[in-house]
């Protein structure tokens, strides 16, 4: 090695510091859902880091919410994926079993981090309400009635229904209040799924929003009829109240 420099020492150092972070790669992999949601926080937004010990390496004036949050981390899981994936397959395969008269393409179901979304378009081609009123269509009707069907088997869930609208609505040539249309679509939405099979504690929100939360992917276009939806946040009931501690 006489003469050879120390040109080896700096390629070690870096094999070592490559081998160090491999075997962080694999231990984070090998994590619980806990660990894993701690990690990504911490590099989505690495200076308002959302993580049980910590609300940020810098304060923030959203410190006091953040804290409110943090019961999300308090399980092995911000939310049961195996619960929730039991019912995502429960719809998919009832909604499927009606392709005469259940159009997939009207609809969209997405795990999300408080739980099961699941959003029902008023398309043009299969209207869950007639016309710009809260007064449901044949298809609207099976489509609750149908959902409701699936929910009332797993009685542990807790369940969100919210309204929404596009930008522009009119009716006879005058606008509509979209804030209560979108607020009684959500109510007549709750009311299908209650009258048929769920029960009236499974509920714990209706609201509605107007146009106020359009889709991110629609966007450029606010009067898109998928902006006009109702959507239904299914939760476990555990997971419903550490939240709402």
Known sequence: M????????????DFVTAMMALFMLLWILNQDEKVKGEVQ???NTRFKSVTKMSVGIIPIENADL?????AMFDNASAIDLQF????????IRVFADNPN???MKTMRVQMTSEGLLIEFYNDPNRRLFQGPTAVLTKYGQTVFDTLSYVL???KSTRVEVEGHTANDVELDGERVDTWALSTDRALIARHAMDRKAMKSEQFIKVAGFSSSKPLKEYLHDLNHSHHDRVTIMVRAGVQYWIMAR
Not at 2 to 13: D, I, M, S
Not at 84 to 91: K, S, T
């Open 66 to 70: 953040i804290e409110a949050k943090r």
């Open 152 to 154: 009332a088997r797993h």
């Open 41 to 43: 926080q911490y590099f």
């Open 101 to 103: 008269f259940i159009d």
């Open 84 to 91: 929730m994936r039991r019912i995502n397959e429960d719809i």
């Open 2 to 13: 006489a003469g050879g420099g120390g040109a080896w020492k700096v390629a070690f150092a």
